[in-house]
């Protein structure tokens, strides 16, 4: 079957490696593989391989060649995952305790609301007067002050403070930060105040990036020279050199909510811009060529990746634009050498030099969806742009613009809705918009930036700047407020990504080889679609459980039945504690919509549970919210028995006062209260033998009811 597919294969040496190579980045991350048998597995497969070959090489019927194949794609597989192994970071032994630290700062500084943010590549740690090496990366947040606006990237620093492991909330569904941040190398965070640290050198970071930190410095520095400011410059920055931290969370959710957010992170779209008026203007030197070589070719290659790697160093060298620059740099020079060269080996050759290098990147949102797109731009724009024959030259210039961000929708689709759970419904008025501006903005910035040491012009070009960024926003704006602008809060989940990718590919396959299997395999995967889909539904709604969310300094005790109920302090409950808190989770239950419920409330009734006051009765499960002391104001001959008793608000009282009143199966200590004091209740619990549960330390508790 796919006879075509597999013969195409063949031709493209780099899309047969990228497969099992990402099969065993995938394996080694989810089910860790023990490599001490690495070595003797390695050398039995390429002896088996070697074997292989030598007996059945020149037979007649060499039926055996598969079987070389399965050893070649398992070694290729077990090198994924060796990747992974070497790439994980080492172990960091010295969590919660007060040292001294020598590091290298990694990143530019950047402003928070109450600190200052930055990384550090930990070298040395002082541990009872023994200096020992390290090689860890660590989040810092420096007190405030003016003295930490002087520090760059490339300083090295000393500081003593505690190292704690980065937070993670471990609530249902909740996007795991602990778990990212580590796969990017990070094993822990850390506070430093004023006095506690001081600088030692002066560049010894990185060189390379050192330069382009530079020059994005001085791009922004050119910026604010010709009176760039407010909105228009944050997404001026954003657009040319990566950064995004001046941009307001209301201009952030136009982008998001009408279908631009793409274009405020430097990548592929932007590195594209510019290849495209780049290629444009060298095209003269395609013609300059021998009888049997086209040195022109050749020559313009080298210019093109020269400047698109120029590009990238100013805007910072972020992983994307590194990505892009790499992916472009590859295509670039495969059609120098050969007219004919294969674009999916060029895509697939540049992915596999990335993750060669982090393998992590892999579970990199932008990663995936960077390749998806442009895989998705290249298959099928050329398809969609022949579905309508447009003569009129700038009719088809929209045309083709209108395909590209219909095509890149179609392969980014399925991971933007799993991911954020969002889908644009203007998003093609919105490329048509804002990919010409966003041109258009790179360019005109490229020119104020090269002139910016000539008379007039370089004011000419920030006036003209500045009408486009407004222009851009405002558009933006007006598509984010057009009724149904956008679909948000919908539930996708694994399985939903599952079905929706690989139906895309089959959909693909059928386009390219028109075989009617392909149709049954479609239909087949719709069917198991609909189905699991279904059975996931009725399940969702069976589902009786109690939740209770770790959200810092608040309550948050959800019953989910027939309908979503939260009980908690709602006027500290805000859409934003919401978004970050229990949202993903009842999108995965299709569960958005929820019954507020006072803690305060004295009374309430419905199908699944009965409020009377501090009291909760669900099924056959009651429970007490103790969050005053007066509570406790009352004598009981027999002591009354609470399957689960809930402690909220740092109320002041003795695990021993309510084991007086009160027999229970468990303790729990929500995350509204102190860590000090859930420290003694815990200390009060395991002297009386109390069973607890504390939901900081532990994530959110979950009981089926």
């Keep these: 079957m796919y006879i075509g597919f597999i013969s195409s294969l063949k031709q493209l040496p780099f899309v047969r490696i990228i497969i099992p190579f990402i099969a065993g980045i995938t394996i080694q991350l989810f089910l860790p593989l023990n490599f001490s048998f690495f070595l003797p597995s390695v050398i039995f497969l390429i002896l088996i391989l070697i074997l292989t070959e030598v007996s059945f090489k020149g037979h007649k019927q060499y039926n055996y060649r598969f079987f070389s194949g399965i050893i070649l794609h398992l070694l290729i597989l077990i090198s994924g995952a060796k990747v992974v192994s070497i790439n994980t970071p080492e172990t960091f032994k010295y969590f919660d305790e007060k040292h001294t630290y020598i590091g290298v700062i990694t990143e530019p500084v950047s402003e928070k609301d109450n600190s200052y943010k930055t990384y550090v590549r930990l070298e040395y740690i002082s541990l009872n007067d023994t200096i020992i090496k390290l090689n860890n990366n660590l989040i810092i947040y420096f007190e405030k002050s003016e003295q930490i606006k002087q520090l760059s990237y490339g300083d090295e620093i000393i500081f003593n403070t505690v190292i704690n492991e980065i937070n993670s909330l471990k609530n249902p569904y909740e996007f795991n930060y602990k778990q990212f941040m580590y796969r990017k190398g990070f094993i822990g965070q850390a506070y430093i105040k004023n006095s506690k640290f001081e600088k030692l050198k002066s560049k010894q970071g990185n060189l390379i990036f050192e330069t382009a930190y530079n020059a994005g410095n001085f791009v922004e520095s050119i910026y604010k020279t010709y009176q760039i400011k407010n909105q228009e410059a944050a997404v001026l920055q954003a657009l040319t050199i990566g950064n995004k931290d001046d941009i307001d969370e209301a201009v952030k959710q136009s982008y998001v909510s009408s279908g631009a957010m793409h274009i405020l992170a430097v990548s592929g779209l932007h590195v594209g811009i510019i290849y495209v008026l780049l290629n444009f203007f060298f095209r003269f030197l395609d013609r300059l060529k021998t009888n049997r070589f086209s040195y022109g070719k050749i020559i313009k290659a080298i210019i093109l990746v020269t400047l698109l790697w120029a590009f990238a160093f100013i805007s910072g060298l972020s992983p994307s634009v590194r990505r892009a620059a790499l992916m472009f740099s590859f295509v670039i020079i495969g059609r120098a050498m050969n007219n ?139 598509i984010e407020h057009l009724p149904f602008s956008s679909s948000q809060n919908i539930s996708f989940n694994f399985l939903d990504l599952f079905f929706s990718a690989f139906i895309i590919i089959f959909s693909g396959f059928f386009i390219a080889f028109k075989t009617k299997k392909t149709i049954f395999h479609i239909l087949l995967l719709l069917f198991f679609w609909i189905g699991f889909s279904t059975f996931n539904k009725v399940q969702n709604i069976k589902q009786q459980q109690l939740v209770i969310y770790n959200i810092k300094d608040n309550s948050a005790i959800n019953i989910i039945g027939d309908e979503n109920y939260l009980i908690a302090n709602h006027s500290q409950i805000t859409n934003e504690i919401i978004k970050y808190g229990p949202l993903n989770y009842w999108m995965n239950l299709n569960k958005t919509d929820y019954i507020p419920i006072e803690i305060s409330d004295t009374s309430y009734k419905c199908g699944i549970f009965e409020k009377i006051n501090n009291f909760l009765i669900l099924n056959d499960k009651t429970l007490l919210i103790i969050n005053n002391e007066n509570q406790l104001n009352f004598k009981s001959e027999n002591k009354l028995f609470i399957d689960i008793i809930i402690l909220t608000d740092n109320v002041p009282v003795k695990i021993e006062a309510i084991s007086d009143l009160f027999i229970t199966d468990l303790m729990i200590f929500d995350s509204s209260n102190k860590k000090f004091v859930v420290n003694r209740w815990e200390n009060e619990c395991e002297q009386l033998n109390q069973t607890y549960y504390t939901v900081y330390k532990n994530g959110a508790f979950q009981t089926d009811l």
């Design 340 to 478: 004919k060269v294969n674009i999916y080996n060029s895509i697939a050759a540049s992915a596999f030099i990335l993750l060669l290098i982090n393998p992590m990147l892999i579970t990199e949102v932008g990663f995936q969806l960077s390749y998806a797109a442009v895989i998705s731009i290249v298959y099928f724009q050329p398809i969609i742009v022949n579905l309508i024959i447009v003569k009129n030259k700038f009719l088809y210039y929209f045309w083709s613009l209108t395909a590209v961000s219909i095509a890149a929708q179609i392969g980014t689709a399925p991971f933007s809705l799993f991911y954020f759970h969002i889908f644009p419904w203007y998003f093609i008025l919105t490329n048509i918009i804002v990919i010409p501006a966003a041109a258009i903005i790179i360019y005109a910035s490229f020119v104020l930036i090269l002139f910016s040491f000539a008379p007039v012009l370089p004011e000419i070009v920030a006036g003209f700047l500045n009408f486009t960024l407004k222009s851009l926003n405002y558009s933006v704006n007006f």
